[in-house]
């Protein structure tokens, strides 16, 4: 075989690169491995679930309701229709929630707005929220910037920090605004973040403050992670010398080096690949440079359409406090206001998270789902005769509608769209309204990075522990081969310190 003019070159710059360049990038590479285990147990920040704080939340006392919500949003001065409203209890007192630009209470006992809430306030919150415990709350101070553990919730800002003084060293943060516990941590939650999301994310508060300098951060050391991979992948190669015949039984016998040198190249063809394609699509997940801002169809028109228009506070009689209790049963904990098709509805909410929807007017059962035909109808008036290409139910998930944070409603109806992007528009029928809506980047985004950054496949990631011990085995493979890397990158370091101070 003729040698290929200038590969000697390429090889020697090709293994100096990675042999010196590997070394910080195989730092990175275990400190991402290490942490992406964490995360299958630890998903994100420290936060109050949805579950945590609808059971700490006290039940609707219904009794003392005053004001309508027409009434209350009237007291607000909202001067329009609020995107969301509920009805919910607020220091111990019941009050209502519309969302606009922002969040707006008030209280529904007397009308008042909720304008602040003082230190006072905070720690009478904390020791409803946290009950009888006989636990001793100390105010910790007001949070006018995020800390490591409000990064998620700035939007509540400012907060109160309260320390409570129990055995998983608890600590609440109060939003002034809401009057709520916004944030909730504790001891074990703040030790598992630093193994797992903050190293994985880079979710470090100097850094994360400054929104467009963390994305670019990720986005640079991705990519170059990216390269360091190729990289590493194209020096296996160019190193790899087969013996004539070729026998695949040997295949170990072929790696050029000896000692840790072997098992690094060795550990790097067998989990490199994957190395490669879990950074990359990281990188994705970023959405640089956008390329996988979605286009597709203008949808406002067709929910407005599945509406019936917006939240008219109107449409919701005035009910009497024993009407509303037996229409929403007991221990509701929640009133949520939506419109149908043009009709009013409540959805009621538990302390164990279950929805009831049920109409408003008058207060009793739902009128039932929207038929697929007439939603057919709503989503051709929306983008014209032509736009539906196929319209199916779906009574169990697809590979793009599916559960992953939480259960998306089922049945739903699905809809394919024939404009140049493709969309897919998946609609509950139940509620009417829009769940997800997908173009063909979207869809290719969901395969590229939750399959090959998460591994989500239907056929394994439903099955645990299976899919656990898979993404553990592969997270350690990478690891080890990252840190034999660092380690011989740091002999060789050495080394040459060491020749440098010889005489």
């Not at 200038?6 to 491995?33: C, D, E, K, T």
């Not at 949805?50 to 006392?61: G, I, K, N, Y």
Request: hydrophobic share 45%.
């Amino acid at each position: 075989m003729m040698p290929v003019p200038g590969l000697s070159h390429v090889r020697w710059w090709a293994i100096r690169i990675h042999r010196y360049a590997g070394i910080p990038f195989s730092l990175l590479f275990a400190a991402w491995f290490v942490s992406g285990i964490a995360m299958i147990y630890a998903r994100g920040m420290p936060a109050l679930s949805p579950e945590t704080r609808l059971a700490r939340m006290p039940s609707l006392d219904f009794s003392r309701v005053r004001l309508g919500p027409s009434e209350a949003a009237e007291a607000a001065r909202l001067g329009g229709h609020p995107d969301r409203a509920a009805l919910l209890t607020v220091m111990g007192r019941p009050a209502y929630r519309f969302t606009t630009r922002g969040d707006v209470t008030v209280f529904a006992d007397t009308g008042e707005l909720l304008f602040g809430v003082d230190p006072g306030d905070a720690l009478s919150v904390a020791a409803r929220f946290v009950g009888d415990s006989g636990a001793r709350l100390e105010h910790a101070g007001v949070l006018h910037e995020a800390d490591q553990w409000t990064l998620v919730e700035r939007a509540r800002l400012p907060m109160h920090r309260i320390r409570v003084n129990d055995r998983a060293r608890t600590e609440l943060y109060v939003s002034e605004r809401t009057g709520e516990v916004a944030v909730l941590t504790t001891r074990g939650t703040r030790a598992l973040a630093w193994v797992a999301a903050i190293p994985h994310w880079l979710y470090f508060t100097p850094l994360r403050l400054n929104g467009p300098l963390w994305a670019q951060t990720v986005i640079w050391l991705a990519a170059a992670g990216c390269a360091m991979a190729l990289l590493g992948l194209f020096v296996g190669l160019l190193q790899f010398r087969p013996s004539r015949p070729f026998r695949f039984r040997r295949l170990l016998e072929y790696a050029p080096y000896r000692g840790w040198m072997r098992w690094h190249y060795v550990t790097g063809f067998v989990f490199g690949l994957f190395t490669l394609t879990w950074v990359f699509s990281g990188l994705l997940s970023m959405d640089p440079w956008g390329w996988a801002a979605e286009g597709g169809v203008d949808t406002a028109r067709l929910e407005r359409t599945l509406t019936g228009g917006p939240l008219e506070l109107g449409l919701f009689p005035k009910a009497e406090p024993d009407v509303w209790a037996a229409a929403a049963g007991n221990g509701v904990k929640e009133l949520r206001f939506l419109r149908i098709q043009g009709r009013p509805h409540y959805v009621a909410v538990g302390g164990d998270g279950r929805e009831t929807l049920m109409s408003a007017s008058p207060p009793g059962p739902p009128a039932g789902a929207v038929s697929p035909a007439r939603l057919l109808d709503q989503v051709r008036g929306a983008f014209g005769d032509g736009a539906v290409v196929e319209s199916e139910t779906l009574t169990a998930y697809d590979h793009y509608y599916y559960p992953r944070a939480g259960a998306p409603p089922l049945p739903v109806v699905r809809f394919k769209l024939g404009d140049a992007d493709r969309t897919w528009l998946y609609i509950d029928p139940a509620r009417s309204r829009l769940m997800r809506r997908l173009t063909d980047r979207g869809r290719l985004d969901r395969w590229i990075y939750n399959g090959f950054h998460s591994l989500d496949f239907g056929f394994w990631y439903h099955n645990r522990p299976a899919w656990d011990i898979g993404v553990i085995v592969l997270s350690i493979g990478g690891l080890a081969t990252s840190l034999i890397g660092m380690g011989l990158g740091f002999q060789r370091v050495g080394r040459a310190l060491r020749r440098t101070r010889t005489p």
